[in-house]
C-alpha cells in the first residue's frame, strides 16, 4: 500500500485505518505513507495527480491489485471490503454504519470549510458566517451525542468505519483540539460524544494513525513519513538530528 497524504482529519481516517488492520494482524496492509505538503503545492504534481486527478489528501495506491483509491470515505470502504474488518456483512447492520459514514462525508465541510476556516483562519473575522456554521456544528454534534447516547459507536455497538472516519472530526473537536474553539462550542456539554472520543483515543491504533504525517504539535508526536512499525520508535521528529527534522 502506497499512501499519499498529511496529518489533517481526513488524512487521519486512513493512517488509523490502516493501523487498526495491522493491529489484527493483516500483513497486507502494511503500507508507505508519503508526505504531501499541501501548503507548498505538493498535491498538484504529475505523481499524485495520477493517483488522485482531484488533488486532494488522502491518495492510495494499492499495488497488489493496481487499484488507485481517492476520497477518504472510499478508501476505508476499500480497505473494510478488501481485508474484512470494521464493517458489518448483514444488510440492516452494514446499512446503518453506511449511512453514518455518508453522513460524516456530508457533515465534516461544514465543520472544517465553513466553522473552521470563519472561526480560525479567515484573515477577517465575519460574524454572520461564524454564527451560521456554529450553529451548524452543534447541531452536528448534538445528532451525534444523541446516537452515542444509545450506542457505545455510530451505528451500534461494534466499533467500525463509521467511527474511524468521525473520529479525526468530531473526535478532535469535543476533546477541545480544534481550531481552539472548545469552550466557544462548550463542548463539555456533549457527554456522550465525549465519552466516546475519549474510548476511542485509548485505542493504540489510533495513537499510532494520528502521528502519521503529522506535521504540528509535539516532535514526539509528529512521524512526517512512515515505512515500518519501527518508524514510531526511531522516526519521530523529536528523534531525527535537527537538519533531518526540518
Do not use: C
Not at 476520497?71 to 448483514?90: N, Q, T, W
Not at 447492520?93 to 459514514?101: D, H, K, V
Not at 457505545?152 to 466499533?159: A, V
Not at 522516526?235 to 533531518?244: F, G, M, V
Amino acid at each position: 500500500m502506497q499512501l499519499y497524504s498529511l496529518g489533517t482529519p481526513n488524512g487521519q481516517k486512513v493512517t488509523i485505518m490502516l493501523e487498526e488492520l495491522l493491529a489484527l494482524d493483516e500483513t497486507g496492509a502494511e503500507y508507505d505513507e508519503h508526505l504531501i505538503r499541501i501548503g507548498e503545492g505538493d498535491q498538484f504534481s504529475t505523481g499524485f495527480v495520477a493517483v488522485n486527478p482531484n488533488s486532494k489528501i488522502p491518495a492510495l495506491l494499492d499495488t497488489g491489485t493496481g487499484s488507485r483509491v481517492f476520497e477518504s470515505g472510499a478508501i476505508l470502504l476499500y480497505l473494510a471490503e478488501k481485508f474484512g474488518h470494521f464493517l458489518p456483512k448483514e444488510v440492516a447492520a452494514r446499512t446503518e454504519i453506511m449511512n453514518w459514514l455518508f453522513w460524516l462525508q456530508g457533515a465534516a465541510p461544514y465543520l472544517g470549510d465553513g466553522f473552521g476556516h470563519f472561526y480560525a483562519y479567515a484573515p477577517e473575522k465575519f460574524e454572520y458566517p461564524i454564527n451560521r456554521f456554529t450553529m451548524e456544528v452543534k447541531r452536528e454534534m448534538d445528532v451525534l451525542d444523541r446516537e452515542l447516547s444509545e450506542h457505545r459507536y455510530l451505528g451500534g455497538d461494534e466499533y467500525s468505519i463509521a467511527d474511524i472516519a468521525t473520529w479525526p472530526w468530531y473526535g478532535n473537536l469535543v476533546r477541545g483540539e480544534a481550531y481552539g474553539a472548545g469552550e466557544f462550542l462548550q463542548v463539555e456539554s456533549y457527554r456522550n460524544l465525549r465519552r466516546w472520543a475519549e474510548e476511542i483515543l485509548e485505542r493504540p491504533a489510533v495513537q499510532r494513525g494520528r502521528m502519521v504525517n503529522r506535521t504540528r504539535g509535539a516532535p514526539s508526536e509528529q512521524l512526517h513519513e512512515r515505512h515500518d512499525a519501527s518508524d514510531f520508535d526511531l522516526k519521530t521528529q523529536d528523534k531525527l538530528a535537527p537538519e533531518s527534522a526540518a
